[in-house]
């Protein structure tokens, strides 16, 4: 089942900061996120793992929280560069990569 | 080392044709995954082949179907071509074990 993300999309001043969140129905074992600009691949941001830690990408981190079956995604001191449409991607089980991706938070950042 | 490519960028058909869409790997990576992207919605996954073996299906038919060679580059079949197939189709590879995964850029489908 696809998880749900939250908001669908975000309009930032440069600098401000916004929280993406993303949702499933089941028990998460994983939990994957991408970047896509337009027209471009989704390029890898990083993965939280059951179980894992929060982790971190200059100044973009990542929360999981297994009991909510919920992660969030956090752009702090946003850049021009961080605009694009965020996805997360999940796993139920150790599936070995085979993702049911959300459907998007489209962000905006503006000078 | 060399990102996942994937040929061709851009390609049109007509309802009831065939495609074949090709990816080649990052080096290293002996796995590879199909996602079809449809407008404004996040990547579906199609299948996933690991050593030339089709290693997991999405909610996908049999008309689409894949190939792995030993040099873990990887072909995606669509037949009987419908006017939904129309999406972006990104390959993605990872090394089995490893938990990352790298998209290539795609291929833009149209069926007219």
């Known amino acids: 089942q696809q998880p749900v993300q939250s908001p669908q999309a975000v309009i930032l001043r440069e600098g401000e900061d916004a929280v993406i969140n993303c949702s499933s129905s089941k028990a998460l074992y994983s939990v994957h996120w991408y970047r896509q600009k337009h027209g471009e691949a989704p390029v890898f941001l990083m993965i939280l793992l059951k179980g894992g830690e929060q982790k971190g990408h200059d100044k973009i981190s990542a929360s999981f929280n297994e009991k909510k079956q919920q992660s969030s995604l956090y752009l702090t001191a946003s850049q021009l560069s961080y605009s694009g449409t965020y996805f997360c991607g999940t796993e139920n089980g150790a599936a070995g990569n085979k993702l049911t991706f959300g459907g998007g938070t489209r962000v905006l950042v503006k000078p | 080392e060399t990102g996942v490519t994937q040929s061709p960028t851009h390609l049109i058909k007509t309802r009831g044709q065939q495609v074949t869409l090709r990816c080649s790997s990052q080096s290293g990576h002996n796995t590879v995954s199909w996602y079809q992207q449809a407008l404004g919605q996040g990547p579906q996954f199609i299948f996933q082949?690991?050593?030339?073996?089709?290693?997991g299906r999405g909610n996908f038919p049999p008309r689409f179907s894949g190939l792995q060679f030993p040099n873990y580059s990887s072909e995606l079949n669509v037949n009987a071509l419908e006017l939904d197939d129309s999406a972006l189709y990104l390959c993605?590879?990872?090394?089995?074990?490893?938990?990352?995964?790298?998209f290539g850029p795609g291929t833009r489908l149209t069926v007219t």
């Open positions: 082949y690991y050593r030339e073996e089709e290693n």
């Open positions: 993605a590879s990872s090394l089995v074990g490893v938990d990352e995964q790298y």
